[in-house]
């Protein structure tokens, strides 16, 4: 969080935006497009889905702006309300009958967004933590993203998902013990898969 | 500790105390089980921390504009379109409450503007006539009577209006005095 601290300035912004200055808005905008975008691609692991839910999520924020509380950090309010746009959105995901995503091949998943220069490796990279998020409820996804990748706390985590800070606890628990488990599996299966390919290649 | 108790304590090695720390890395010597689970945990937390920021493709805040001009236009549409069900929504109660009254209403008023339009038709007529035959009157009288005369009855007629005109005024006035 120390990433985002407020500054003056930000707060300057804040104020002329709650006003109606759209200008100070687009600073805003400037200022956190990257992390609201970040979330919003961990959440979804789609890259025009995340520009589309963060775009969203600065439209919700901007209408939202007069129910700004200042005691609380801007950037936890932000990424709160990103977090919930993602997670309707993975809901919704989840009750349609047939999903694109199981027509298309894994690899093709938004690789066509203008302007993502990211290297191979990083893709890689990227794809594996996302396959590893892509079995985890809504909620708890949000909650190991939130903790893992903006150091979130566990009180803010909570505030930020609408929940208590024991059942922030007892999720990540769950899904930490979930996850290490599927990694388990994955690299056990990734080895023993090679293990076969040199057998047969002797 | 029990085994669970363990787990717990793995995944929450960063407010571990002192004493957790060492219980937990003496079961971690003894148990593989969870040997392995925290060898796995690490590596996949490590990934985790490691994976690099998503950045958005040039242009976001640019997009976000246009988005906010779209958003602002749809909401004057829709608050256009509010405003004009409200009014139609309005004239459907009125007619509603009213609707009986007003079609009563209709053929008077439009039998009453009729009638005002004819009196004002006749009122016309009839001053029209009065005008041409008090011009052709005073015309002869011009032509026929000398200056000192025409002059005379001018005067008179005058002074006889105006006594006329002030009765009129101080029999009213008595009539609303004495009511």
């Known amino acids: 969080m120390a990433k985002y601290q407020r500054s003056n300035e930000e707060s300057l912004w804040i104020e002329r935006a709650t006003q109606g200055d759209d200008d100070a808005f687009a600073q805003i905008v400037e200022s956190y497009q990257v992390p609201v975008y970040n979330l919003c691609y961990r959440m979804l692991g789609n890259r025009e889905e995340a520009e589309d839910a963060a775009q969203e999520s600065f439209l919700r924020a901007y209408r939202n702006l007069n129910r700004y509380d200042p005691k609380r950090k801007f950037v936890t309010w932000l990424l709160s309300i990103a977090s919930h746009y993602c997670i309707d959105r993975l809901r919704r995901r989840r009750l349609k009958l047939v999903s694109l995503d199981d027509l298309l091949p894994r690899g093709e998943r938004g690789a066509s967004t203008p302007g993502a220069e990211v290297n191979v490796l990083q893709l890689e990279h990227a794809e594996e933590i996302r396959s590893m998020l892509d079995g985890i409820g809504e909620k708890d996804r949000a909650a190991v993203v939130l903790h893992y990748w903006y150091d979130f706390s566990y009180e803010e985590v909570a505030e930020s998902l609408s929940l208590s800070i024991s059942a922030v606890k007892s999720r990540l628990h769950r899904t930490r013990r979930e996850l290490a488990d599927r990694w388990h599996v994955q690299n056990k299966a990734f080895v023993n898969g090679g293990r076969q390919d040199e057998a047969s290649a002797v | ?179």
Request: glycine residues 8%.
């Open chain 2, 1 to 179: 500790m029990k085994h669970p108790q363990f787990e717990a304590l793995l995944f929450d090695i960063d407010h571990l105390g002192h004493e957790e720390r060492i219980a937990l890395e003496a079961h971690l010597r003894e148990c593989e089980q969870c040997n392995a689970l925290a060898a796995s945990w690490s590596d996949l937390e490590g990934k985790m921390l490691s994976a690099p920021q998503m950045e958005p493709a040039t242009g976001f805040s640019g997009r976000f504009r246009e988005r906010l001009v779209v958003y602002k236009r749809r909401k004057q549409e829709r608050l256009t379109l509010v405003v004009i069900l409200s009014i139609l929504f309005s004239l459907i109660i009125v007619t509603g409450f009213f609707g009986a009254e007003l079609l009563t209403f209709v053929p008077s008023a439009v039998s009453f503007f009729l009638k005002s339009i004819n009196s004002l038709v006749l009122l016309g007529g009839l001053l029209t006539i009065l005008g041409d035959f008090a011009l052709v009157l005073l015309e002869g009288l011009t032509q026929n009577l000398p200056a000192g005369l025409l002059l005379a009855i001018v005067t008179a007629t005058s002074g006889l209006g105006l006594i006329w005109a002030f009765s009129i005024y101080r029999t009213g006035f008595n009539t609303i005095r004495r009511e």
